[in-house]
Every structure is written in C-alpha cells, then in structure tokens.
C-alpha cells in the first residue's frame, strides 16, 4: 500500500521517534549525493574513452596486439581507469561514511582488498563478454546480433547459477549452521514455503558490517540459505525466522526467476541496441570503429551497458519496491508472528 503524504507523515511519527528520521536523513542524504555524483563521474570517463582523445591514445597502447588481446587489454584498461576514478567518492560512500555511522567494521586494507576483488571479478566477466561479442562480430559481420542476443542472456543465467558456488566465497567465508536445532526450522520454513534448500549455511558478514541480514541465493542445486553472522548474534530466534521467511517469500514468488528472465531479456536488447547504433555511420564515425568486431569498441560498449542500466533503474526500483510488500506479506503467512514482524521491522530500520 502506499499512503498518501500526509497519511505516510503520521504513521512515520507513530511508529519513529523525530530524533530517529532525523538520524535517518542524515545517514541517507550524503549517500544520494554520493550516488549522483560517482553516476556522473562514471558517464564523464566512459564518454571520454569512448570518443575522446584519451581513448584514441588507449587504442593506440595496444595496436598491434592480436585481436583477442587488444579486446582483453583494452577491458583491463578501461575498467582499471573507472575504477581509479571512482575510488575516492567509493572510499568515502563505503568506508568512511560507514564507519562514521559506527557500521564497518573494516580496516582500509581490507576495504580496498574487497574493491580489488571487485575489479578482478569485473575484469573476467566483462573480458569474457567483450570477447564473445567482438568474436561473434568478426565471425559473422551480418547477422552477429542473432548470435550475441542469446549469448548475452545465457551469460547473465550462468552468473545467477554459478554465482553462489564461484563468486560468493572470494568476498566471504561460509560454514553450516552450527546450530542444528535452527536449520531444522529453517529447512522446514523453506519446505513450507515450497522451495526446498540444500544447506542454511553462515557468512562472516561481521568482518565487514554490524548490519544484519540473510539471503536465499543460487537455483536448483545451487539453492541455499545464507545467514549473516550478526543476525545470528541477537539470539533471536524468531528474528531470524521472520528475516528467512521474508527471504524465502521472494523466491516463492519466483522474484529471482523473473529477475533473472528480466536480465536476460535486457542484455539481449542491449545488444539490439548496440547494433542499432553502430548500423550509424556516423556513430561508428564518432567512436573511431568499423564495427562491433573492430576491438577499439570496448569503451562505447561499456558506455552504452551503462546507460542503459541507468535507464532501467527506475524499472528496477519500483519491481523492487512491489516485490519487497510481496516478501513481507510472505513472511507474516509462513511465521504467523505480526508481534514479531513489527517489532523487527522497527529495529532494523533503527
């Protein structure tokens, strides 16, 4: 439901202290900023790269390289300049604001070694995708939009299966649910919830954040419950019951299924949309390319990925918003505890 302002005002009042949202707001506002600000900056470099000076002298660098190589060494350079020119607003939105507000619990090395993992998973992701799509380009310079489309969608599919087993561990470590009694309750909670899980296992979330939270990651065989360990320190069972079945809500309304057909539709138009600006002439002329199978392409692929995701957001945001009521209300069905749902939805946001 969503209240009218003046409704939304009062419940607010009703339900939080004015100390609380003004605590909120303060916590918050900077972030945006910091959020609009690291978009534009992304946006500035990438357009530069892509039609400027600086990515003319980059394609230069590398010239001469076989063709897979330039592609690949053109990735790690783009992405390595994007992500220096970001770190310092990064550093500030996710460390220091962070820890300001008393949240991470990481020292500065182990924040920038998360970044560095970050920017290696990037680098192979983006270099395998970048590198299918210059292939399909080269391979079949009329139709390779039929080839890439499906080649994008099965990718973001791939990630979403393979993600819980091959990137989750580089950021964190896991270990089953030590207490036997919980995972019983919480297998039997997904059985309910008409989507089973192999193991209800506990990430080391509190060597980064004293925020709480769980989650229900992988499909199929890959399908588990992940709790954060500071979850697990309230010793509140029934909390994390609620959190869980709010979590497993989401699945039982397919949300990660349909996220995931909606991320592989997306990258298909995305690639429609690629070929649609490189058929210009004078896009291609602009870029400095002949065509997508031309390596110099990196950066207005990368440009034009991130756009688009930019566009989407608004979509994304309010699927997400709709779906998040859908997980709530499957969380007060599954536990039967609106004492406990109120009280938890109160103490996290505080």
Do not use: C
């Amino acid at each position: 439901m969503v209240y009218p302002p003046d409704v939304a005002a009062r419940v607010l009042a009703e339900v939080f202290t004015a100390e609380e949202v003004e605590r909120a707001r303060r916590y918050h506002r900077p972030g945006y900023v910091a959020v609009a600000a690291d978009l534009a900056l992304g946006l500035g470099v990438l357009s530069a790269l892509a039609f400027g000076a600086p990515g003319e002298r980059l394609h230069r660098a590398v010239a001469g390289l076989p063709w897979w190589a330039e592609v690949l060494a053109l990735v790690a350079l783009v992405l390595g300049i994007l992500w220096t020119a970001r770190l310092p607003l990064a550093f500030w939105r996710g460390y220091l604001h962070e820890r300001r507000w008393g949240f991470s619990t990481q020292a500065a090395r182990g924040w920038l070694a998360d970044r560095l993992k970050g920017l290696g998973v990037a680098l192979v992701l983006d270099g395998l995708l970048l590198l299918g799509l210059v292939a399909a380009a080269r391979a079949f310079p009329r139709a390779w939009p039929a080839v890439a489309s499906p080649g994008a969608a099965l990718a973001v599919l791939a990630v979403t299966f393979a993600g819980p087993v091959l990137l989750e561990p580089i950021f964190n470590r896991f270990a089953p649910l030590a207490d036997e009694g919980l995972a019983a309750e919480l297998r039997t909670l997904a059985e309910r919830a008409g989507v089973p899980v192999r193991e209800v296992l506990v990430a080391d979330a509190s060597r980064r954040t004293r925020k709480e939270n769980a989650y229900v990651s992988g499909l199929g065989r890959t399908r588990r419950v992940v709790l954060y360990d500071t979850l697990l320190r309230r010793r509140d069972p029934a909390l994390t019951r609620l959190v869980v079945a709010h979590e497993l809500g989401h699945r039982r309304a397919r949300h990660v299924a349909r996220g995931t057909a909606l991320g592989m539709a997306g990258a298909a138009a995305g690639i429609l949309v690629l070929w649609a600006l490189l058929s210009s002439p004078a896009v291609r002329g602009a870029v400095g390319v002949a065509g997508a199978g031309d390596p110099g392409v990196v950066p207005f692929v990368l440009l034009v990925g991130r756009v688009l995701g930019i566009l989407g957001s608004p979509l994304a945001a309010a699927l997400s918003r709709r779906w998040e009521r859908e997980a709530d209300r499957a969380s007060l069905e599954l536990t039967g505890d609106p004492g406990t749902f109120e009280r938890s939805h109160r103490e996290l946001a505080v």
